[in-house]
């Protein structure tokens, strides 16, 4: 079978043609910007005792408590605009090793993963590899896992509507949920599930998305949800309580709007945090640099369109909004969120 194999020509066009749009087109619109009151500052963890949370960009998070590190999807080597097109995607160790050195990281005991789209985890098979540590996700997921590191040794299959572990003093709950349904020609490229190995590098369409988790972590020191897409499934965190949401926005406002409303309840309001992070926002096909992270072109998604959610969303709710930066960082102790300035 060809690279392209198993998409039909027209699809094949159309997806071709609907990320060639996300790829020329105008910036969009950043969570970072002043104007939107978000980001005044780059937040830091202050020193003390307390669970660290470091944004690595996309659904990216680094948490540790100082004993136990966790990070989530783990999607760091980022394969570039024109090879995610055009060409094959697979991890790179001299990228990953050179971003995990940045980040401070290095030890890990576990990798967690919400889904199998490639931004998800493209890197997490190779970082498992390289730091010797398990790696959670769905059956979609273990595929991928082997497709890369040609065993399922470190993989530790997620399955259900509800699955807890622990790791070290940390109780992390993957609740099964849903993806964004915007439902574009590039989205529907990757529906479905990931069913046999496959040859890494290969397409991202490759990486099909399996089922959905979002994802709860507990701490004695405060709780934490992470959502990796823009979706939700009725019920998915009653009973659980957290202080800090990051919170994928990634084409939340171009599905319908009952959507993006059941999505902020099931994720924001029934949690209940003190503080909403957007994550999912930026351009995930530009490789990780100093400096700000980049948002997506306005074809690929609205981003400005998604901060107006978020403005009316929380206040709504009467709840705190902040942005974060590649590598910044705050910190949860005694059940509050801080960070410096």
């Not at 159309?14 to 104007?35: I, T, Y």
């Not at 009151?37 to 202050?46: D, E, Q, W």
């Not at 992270?293 to 306005?298: E, M, N, Q, T």
């Amino acid at each position: 079978m060809n690279a392209l194999g198993g998409l039909s020509g027209l699809t094949r066009s159309l997806s071709v043609l609907a990320c060639g749009l996300f790829l020329v087109g105008c910036a969009g619109v950043s969570p970072l910007d002043p104007e939107y009151g978000l980001y005044n500052h780059p937040p830091k963890a202050p020193d003390g005792p307390g669970v660290k949370v470091v944004f690595l960009g996309n659904t990216t998070l680094h948490i540790s408590d100082g004993e136990t590190n966790l990070i989530t999807d783990g999607f760091l080597s980022r394969p570039g605009k024109w090879r995610s097109l055009i060409c094959c995607v697979g991890p790179d160790k001299v990228v990953i090793e050179d971003e995990l050195k940045k980040a401070g990281i290095s030890k890990l005991d576990a990798i967690l993963v919400g889904h199998a789209h490639y931004d998800h985890s493209i890197d997490a098979p190779l970082i498992s590899e390289m730091m010797e540590c398990q790696v959670w996700g769905s059956e979609s997921y273990g595929q991928v896992h082997q497709s890369t590191v040609q065993n399922k040794e470190r993989w530790r299959p997620v399955s259900g509507k509800k699955q807890v572990v622990t790791v070290g003093k940390f109780t992390v709950t993957f609740v099964k949920s849903d993806h964004a349904r915007a439902r574009n020609f590039v989205q529907r490229a990757v529906e479905g599930e990931v069913t046999e190995p496959f040859s890494v590098p290969a397409p991202y369409w490759r990486y099909k998305c399996g089922d959905v988790y979002a994802i709860h972590i507990d701490h004695p020191e405060g709780s934490i949800v992470v959502t990796t897409s823009a979706g939700s499934e009725p019920g998915q965190f009653d009973g659980m309580r957290s202080d800090i949401v990051f919170l994928g926005i990634g084409q939340v406002t171009k599905q319908d709007e009952g959507l993006g409303r059941a999505y902020w309840h099931e994720a924001v309001e029934v949690p209940g945090p003190k503080v909403v992070v957007p994550v999912h926002w930026d351009d995930f096909t530009v490789r990780l640099e100093e400096g700000q992270l980049r948002p997506f072109p306005k074809y690929a998604d609205d981003t400005s369109a998604s901060i107006r959610w978020l403005h009316q969303m929380a206040g709504e709710s009467g709840l705190r909004l902040r942005a974060m930066d590649l590598r910044d960082s705050l910190l949860l102790s005694s059940r509050r969120v801080l960070m410096a300035p």
